[in-house]
């Protein structure tokens, strides 16, 4: 009998590539399975099925990991206000730990000898399947076909053709990645450092030209609400993005630090993960404590960073996790925002619990709190250890 070996499969040129290599030159039973981690559509899952069949695999499975996706990482994404870079939501780096992970579960569930993937040697989706399969299925040797063979598009494309598969040149032009919390774009411009991808290359296309107001509500730091109307999180992100994208709101593109090394930029367009992290952002700059945002920040920033890394397994995300839930017990309120083609702009926010309140004072007017001597002596004190370090030292400095 055959070995069997789990193909990771998208439907694109490289999972495609990857299907009749297997079967063909390795002599595998290859049994495909496709991750929706919220950004195919059930007609999408069928053309995918169907062209996995097509293309002679043994068996093919979808795994919905939607909202095991949002409850396992993305809500912690929200939390800690994670944009990598100061620019990017992590729209793939954390969707890949996710389906890799489910990926992993698969091979085990059905007992598979092999596991494949489509990555190529350049960037960091290689690493973050191989650590993570290494981690929750050490024992299953992994494949990687286009890794091992240094293949181009074009060679991939030619290979198919002489199995009798066609694939469009133009089609494989753009590498487009659609998930629930953001979709990629990487096409021959984003390889350069000067180039912008052209209009045609983004998946949504700017069709809204007037103004809009949107009310969002969070309930400890979670979005449960769009203008009024209660929600599950995931339906809420979903509904934002269907609002949001047609004004060009999210749009972007990301260099970063790949982890081998290299500098690597990616076009994503992401309105719903860049309106909700800025929204929620200002909600708890009103509801927080300074050291709360402080120390929020520094972990946060580790905590996309390892995550992007793949290092999604490491028991410091669970603790980084727990600190982060904690501090959204009194992230709750509407955040007001306008939307405008290409941006958008938060107007203001309403909570039971903003730290603004005028029981206590006025900012720049008048406090109910204290004194005006009292901030005479604190200030005194507040800079005593400063005064005597340049009383002692003079003016070395």
């Known amino acids: 009998m055959k070995k069997k070996v789990v193909l990771a499969f998208s439907g694109g040129l490289d999972t495609s590539f990857c299907c009749i290599y297997l079967s063909q030159d390795r002599d595998l039973e290859v049994h495909s399975v496709i991750v929706n981690t919220g950004g195919f559509s059930a007609e999408e899952l069928q053309e995918i099925e169907?062209?996995?069949?097509?293309?002679?695999?043994?068996?093919?499975?979808?795994?919905?990991?939607?909202?095991?996706?949002?409850?396992?990482?993305?809500?912690?994404?929200?939390?800690?206000?994670?944009?990598?870079?100061?620019?990017?939501?992590?729209?793939?780096?954390?969707?890949?730990?996710?389906?890799?992970?489910?990926?992993?579960?698969?091979?085990?569930k059905i007992g598979a000898d092999y596991v494949a993937h489509g990555s190529t040697g350049a960037g960091n989706d290689q690493v973050r399947f191989d650590m993570i399969f290494n981690i929750i299925i050490p024992e299953v040797e992994i494949i990687t076909p286009i890794r091992d063979l240094k293949l181009s598009r074009e060679a991939e494309i030619k290979y198919l053709a002489e199995h009798g598969v066609e694939y469009s040149a133009e089609k494989a032009k753009y590498s487009i990645n659609k998930g629930l919390w953001g979709t990629s774009v990487g096409g021959q411009e984003t390889l350069t450092s000067h180039e912008m991808l052209p209009e045609a290359a983004w998946p949504t296309q700017v069709t809204e030209?007037?103004?809009?107001?949107?009310?969002?509500?969070?309930?400890?730091?979670?979005?449960t609400?769009?203008?009024?109307?209660?929600m599950a999180p995931v339906a809420a992100i979903q509904k934002l993005?269907?609002?949001?994208?047609?004004?060009?709101?999210?749009?972007?593109?990301?260099?970063?630090?790949?982890?081998?090394?290299?500098?690597?930029?990616?076009?994503?367009?992401?309105?719903?993960?860049?309106?909700?992290?800025?929204?929620?952002?200002?909600?708890?700059?009103?509801?927080?404590?300074?050291?709360?945002?402080?120390?929020?920040?520094?972990?946060?920033?580790?905590?996309?960073n390892w995550l992007h890394e793949g290092q999604f397994h490491d028991p410091i995300m669970r603790n980084i996790e727990a600190f982060l839930a904690d501090t959204q017990q009194v992230v709750s309120g509407k955040v007001f925002v306008e939307l405008m083609p290409y941006r958008f702009q938060i107007i203001g926010i309403e909570s039971a619990h903003d730290l603004m309140s005028n029981k206590f004072g006025s900012y720049g007017e008048m406090n109910n709190t204290w004194s005006g001597e009292d901030v005479k002596g604190f200030s005194k004190i507040f800079g005593n250890q400063v005064m005597i370090w340049h009383k002692v030292n003079g003016h070395e400095d």
Not at 210 to 217: A, M, V
Not at 225 to 230: F, L, N, Q, R, T
Not at 256 to 277: H, N, Q, S
């Open 50 to 108: 169907r062209r996995a069949y097509a293309l002679g695999v043994a068996s093919h499975a979808v795994v919905d990991e939607t909202d095991n996706y949002y409850d396992g990482c993305i809500k912690y994404l929200v939390f800690g206000n994670v944009l990598k870079n100061a620019t990017y939501p992590l729209s793939v780096s954390a969707e890949r730990v996710s389906q890799a992970t489910a990926i992993a579960n698969y091979v085990k």
């Open 209 to 223: 030209s007037g103004n809009r107001r949107i009310e969002l509500t969070f309930e400890k730091g979670e979005l």
């Open 225 to 230: 609400g769009i203008d009024g109307e209660s």
């Open 241 to 304: 993005q269907a609002i949001a994208q047609p004004y060009g709101i999210g749009r972007d593109v990301h260099v970063g630090d790949t982890i081998i090394g290299i500098k690597g930029r990616v076009g994503f367009e992401a309105a719903a993960p860049i309106l909700i992290i800025k929204a929620h952002h200002t909600l708890e700059k009103h509801t927080l404590t300074k050291w709360q945002l402080s120390w929020k920040e520094q972990l946060a920033s580790f905590y996309g």
